[in-house]
Each structure stands twice: as C-alpha cells, then as structure tokens.
C-alpha cells in the first residue's frame, strides 16, 4: 500500500523558513511526479508547487515564487519543499501527494491540478506569527 509521510512543519516567525520532507514508500518513486498543496483555515486546497518524475520540470503557484523551492532524491524516495521568507499567509496545512500516472508527458497545468494526483499524505501543519 502507497504511504506518504510529512514532516517538517511547525511554528514559526515571519520572515522565516521551514523544510518539509514527504516519505513516500511501496511506489517506484522515481518514475512519479510529486505536488504540494495546502488548504489553509477555511479556504480551499490550493496547488502550491509540483516536480516531474524527470525532476526538470517544476511549477509554482505566483504566490510562492521566489521564496518556495521543490527538490526530490529519489535515492531517499523523498520530495522536499524548501520554504523562505514564510507569510502569514503560508499559514496552512501542508499535503504532500503522488501522481497517478507512471512518467507523464501531460501539458504543463495539468501537474497544478488535485486530480492529476493519485496518493496524499496526512498533511503537516505550517503556522507563520506575524
């Protein structure tokens, strides 16, 4: 069974940073794009940043370019989310998930999409003080 484990969150200041690690096991990580979503109080869940299974293709919402960055090993079938520069408005549950298709070529938005993406975590909880 497909198991996806988040760490790495927490409390912390504006201005910030946090690294989240999601540990994915029983799927041959390598050959799987990984995404981060996020679903803050209240709000919808929201795409965050995606990475092809050929770890060259990344994509990021507007609202974390520059300060996110999204990395895998997949010796360590592990993807990273390296976060910067935290907002408040980072504050959120953060969710890890696996693509449902084996060495995708789809079009660029469809990585930004919840249903391109089979397998989730149990989410980590962000929380940025002003």
């Known amino acids: 069974q497909v198991q996806l484990v988040e760490s790495g969150g927490g409390l912390v200041q504006t201005g910030g940073s946090l690294r989240l690690s999601c540990v994915v096991s029983d799927l041959t990580f390598s050959s799987y794009g990984m995404g981060w979503f996020r679903r803050a109080p209240g709000k919808e869940r929201e795409f965050v940043a995606a990475i092809r299974w050929n770890g060259v293709n990344i994509y990021y919402v507007d609202s974390v370019k520059g300060r996110f960055t999204i990395s895998r090993d997949n010796a360590k079938n592990t993807v990273y989310l390296q976060m910067n520069n935290l907002k408040p408005e980072d504050t959120a549950v953060y969710y890890c998930?696996?693509?449902?298709?084996?060495?995708?070529?789809?079009?660029?938005?469809?990585?930004?999409?919840?249903?391109?993406?089979?397998?989730w975590g149990q989410g980590t909880q962000v929380t940025v003080s002003s």
């Open positions: 998930a696996a693509e449902r298709l084996r060495n995708s070529a789809e079009p660029n938005n469809y990585y930004r999409a919840a249903q391109a993406y089979a397998y």
